[in-house]
């Protein structure tokens, strides 16, 4: 078992990919649906702020966390040696883009008019962030860390109509709106989701360079665990699609309300693909 | 499904075969069997890293942190005076930063008998 500094680690990243991916994405929504998430458009900007400031914390929370690991003990946490020392390594480097993009995220999001612009960048700096440290740019290939920021574009843009999506659903009065979004979002995943899969389906074979190791070593197993979840997610998501849109769209309210749960259930498996992929990106090391 | 994500998180967790620790030897072996206690130990890492802590571990003595002294900088070699405990086994246990910011830890014993 990791220890408990590790443990911490991973709790904290899984907070920073929740946090991230999740502020970027509703700022995506936001610029990709105005008008269908404009009953919604407050609380979206709020929610956006909220997450992104969560991203701070977290960010800031996991590089002191990673003083710890120094140490051994808590007092690495604010021990000014191992955190200068971590601040001349990549890991302070991804932490001001980290701080940054959510910062951008956060103003963008009090500015008018160019304000979404902002956050759009502000997003997509705090994601390239995840391209700059790791087990992908250990693979030294530019192309390889577009295809991880590709993959994270999709993946904010799929976990961010999830919040919007629910809450629309439980109006009866947007039931519409709901529809024609939920109608929208299909068209787009449609053609991101493959894309999405399969950047990841490529880093992953980057990564292990032989199908064996996803049997046979850690990193594998839990990467496996983790494209079976996504296997789940994409019944979830097809059932929605296929089966509660439609129905919404021929004015079925009910099917709204099974929307919504199954959002629901989509959102808490979400949560544990993350906490996968930060055991994947924390604490396991690469079969080679 | 609160424990339905529980359990996925703890297998998740509990696959974890980690961590980064690419020495390549050390002085003593690990596991060797020595007569003398070693005035020194010294680690040789495969790539370059910042020792930040070693503490060594003697049978009925409580943990004692090792002197880094003045090797405080990026390096594959590393060697740091011991203070013999006498006979028994002793377990020295690492962490450290590598370049690319990747915190690393490990351990190795020694007999002396």
Not at chain 1, 85 to 90: A, S, V, Y
Not at chain 1, 236 to 242: G, H, S, V, Y
Request: aromatic share 8%; proline share 5%; net charge neutral.
């Amino acid at each position: 078992m990791p220890d408990i500094w590790e443990i911490a680690a991973i709790f904290a990243k899984l907070t920073l990919y929740f946090s991230v991916v999740g502020s970027t994405g509703l700022v995506i929504i936001l610029a990709a649906f105005p008008n269908l998430v404009l009953p919604l458009c407050r609380r979206i900007k709020a929610k956006a702020v909220v997450l992104a400031g969560l991203a701070i914390f977290a960010a800031v929370f996991g590089f002191m966390l990673r003083g710890a690991a120094l140490t051994g003990g808590a007092d690495g946490m604010t021990d000014p040696e191992m955190l200068g020392l971590l601040w001349q390594t990549p890991v302070g480097d991804v932490l001001v883009y980290r701080v940054a993009g959510a910062a951008l995220i956060i103003s963008g999001m009090y500015i008018p008019r160019v304000g979404p612009r902002i956050a759009l960048a502000g997003g997509t700096i705090a994601l390239w962030s995840f391209a700059k440290i790791g087990h992908v740019p250990d693979l030294q290939q530019t192309g390889v860390r577009l295809l991880l920021l590709l993959h994270l574009m999709g993946i904010a843009f799929w976990i961010g109509i999830l919040g919007p999506l629910r809450s629309l659903s439980r109006l009866p009065e947007h039931l519409d709106n709901a529809a024609l979004l939920g109608h929208r979002f299909g068209q787009a995943a449609a053609v991101i989701v493959p894309v999405l899969i399969l950047a990841g389906l490529l880093m992953a074979w980057l990564l292990l360079g032989d199908l064996r190791a996803l049997l046979s070593t850690g990193y594998g197993q839990t990467l496996l665990i983790k494209l079976v979840l996504v296997g789940a997610i994409l019944i979830l998501a097809a059932a929605n699609k296929l089966r509660f849109v439609p129905a919404m769209q021929a004015g079925d309210s009910k099917a709204a309300r099974h929307l919504a749960r199954s959002i629901e259930i989509e959102t808490a498996v979400i949560l544990v693909v993350l906490a996968a992929t930060a055991t994947l990106t924390s604490v396991l090391t690469l079969p080679n | 499904m609160n424990k339905l994500t529980t359990f996925a998180l703890m297998t998740v967790l509990a696959t974890s075969a980690f961590a980064h620790s690419p020495v390549d030897h050390t002085t003593p072996e690990n596991g060797a069997t020595i007569t003398e206690v070693p005035p020194e130990i010294s680690f040789n890492f495969a790539n370059d890293i910042r020792l930040t802590r070693v503490d060594m571990l003697h049978q009925d003595h409580p943990s004692v942190r090792l002197d880094l002294g003045d090797q405080t900088s990026f390096d594959r070699v590393f060697t740091l005076p011991l203070e013999g405990m006498g006979k028994g086994t002793y377990r020295i246990e690492w962490r450290g930063l590598g370049s690319d910011g990747h915190a690393m830890q490990g351990e190795f014993s020694f007999t002396v008998e």
